[in-house]
């Protein structure tokens, strides 16, 4: 087994190579968004320089080739994701768009008192917009609830189900607390009731290969700015033919066969979900991001990765009067943590002053934070396999300095 060459990892992000405030910059808000490698903003950068067209409908030469490198980005996705299809992949502004597509599009025949179940670790993109189509449909919402160490009690979902469950979704990884979620074993108790699973992928994609069909989910949505592509694009897969089956979410050009003002028929999936111009550099930069992810060697940053959590949550530990808010078996390396008398805000103000990102507040899940007793949210430390082993230490050091500062 190789060591992992985090020294030639970093090296291709230029933003990390930087100061903040007199000190080495300590980038821990990756939960948050990823930087970007180089190849990523190169890409982006020659397709502006050489290629940039609006795709499909010209028959000019800079319109097939961007037509053609925003083809290669969906099959790419596709292959990343291992959907059968690149047909399966829609491309979104990200999990939240595509989570709305689907609350407008699933929905079309459920009926008022029809349930879904989603899970007390969601982000709000995988609440709102089902507490909207409840508000206007009367969609009933039940939840799979977390225990104290930040796990979900699947034991508790069966009793969930009834004859009326529409949809089960829930996230993969847990933004807030770093939990990684059983969804293959929840997708396996779904489909014995033949209710579809809906998986935001929004975090488990940063984290490791992502196999939809292992893990038997229906639709998984991911965020290209979380997994080191540029903001404003991501991807929908929905398996084999959900999307022929589903009513478009938005109309515009591109995805119609025929308009007339008696009548409009769709084009095919998955030009039928992507009405408009899309983020065309968006998704090309996508693609390139995940081909440079899919050339490295994950096995040994899942090591790395397990090593930069081990680090955190023994350092934080020492610290008197610091709590660690969910402490799953199964984690990414990301910690959320209190500290008795200090504002988690006050926290990250004076580690932004010491070089050191991280993110306060409740992190887009303000019902799991009722669930973990931290109402003012929490501080949030979430690593990338880039992040070094000296940088924990540092932040460590610091997160001691700012509770002495405080309290
Ligand atoms: N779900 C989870 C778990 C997330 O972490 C995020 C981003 N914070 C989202 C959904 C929403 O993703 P986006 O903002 O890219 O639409």
Redesign the pocket.
Known sequence: TQPFDVESIRAQFPALDQQVHGKPLVYLDN???TQKPQVVIDTIREFYERDNANIHRGVHTLSARASERFENARARIARSLNAESEREIVFV???????NLLAHSLSDDWQAGDEAILSEL?????IVPWLMLGQRKGIVIRTIPVNDRGELELDALPGLITDKTRLIAV??????LGTVNPVARIAETAQAHGIPVLV????GLPHGPVDVQALGCDFY?C????VFGP?GV?ALYARGDWLDRLPPFLGGGDMIEEVRFDGVRFAPPPSKFEAGTPNIEGAIGFGAALEWADGLDWLAIERHEAALLQRMTEGLTEIPGLRIVGQAAHKVPVVSFLIDGAHPHDIGTLLDSMGIAVRTGH???MPLMQCVEAPAGTARASAAFYNTLDEIDQFVAAVARVRDMLV
């Open positions: 939960a948050a968004t502004r990200g999990v939240t768009e595509a989570i969601e982000h709000h993109a995988n996230n993969h990884v847990s933004n807030a935001d992928g929004a975090q949505a965020s290209s700015h979380k903001s991501g992190h887009c899940a």
